[in-house]
């Protein structure tokens, strides 16, 4: 496991954008798959998107697709999450993670997470 730090949620209007940052207590070589998940409130936590933390492949869900931006910096061992045009189901706490192995779509797959960052959308 590794040290994951969530940061930059806040409240947004509808149509706005939003990046989210994933600190990441691991060196830069650390052969990492970081990936955001989401977790709506009464719902259960789905994932967003995921990158590769040497060799670079990305994945999304398909409502984040075309919206949502996943990027990394390897030099500041941090994640970003863009998100474009906010909508109210965008709303969530959104959470950051981190495994070992290439790209997953299961949070159980995750061995490593931070403790959320609060996502709201008016509307």
């Avoid at 995921?50 to 996943?70: L, N, W």
């Avoid at 706490?93 to 299961?106: E, I, L, P, Q, T």
């Amino acid at each position: 496991q590794v040290q994951v730090v969530e940061s930059g949620g806040g409240v947004v209007q509808a149509g706005d954008s939003l990046r989210l940052s994933c600190s990441v207590d691991a060196p830069t070589s650390s052969p990492y798959t970081m990936a955001w998940f989401r977790q709506a409130s009464g719902k259960e936590r789905e994932f967003v998107a995921a990158i590769a933390r040497i060799v670079r492949s990305t994945c999304y869900a398909d409502f984040a697709k075309g919206r949502f931006t996943i990027s990394k910096d390897n030099a500041k061992n941090t994640v970003y999450l863009l998100m474009a045009d906010l909508n109210p189901d965008d709303a969530a706490v959104s959470y950051c993670a981190a495994r070992r192995g290439r790209n997953s779509f299961v949070a159980n797959d995750y061995d490593s997470w931070g403790r959320g960052t609060q996502v709201a959308v008016s509307s």
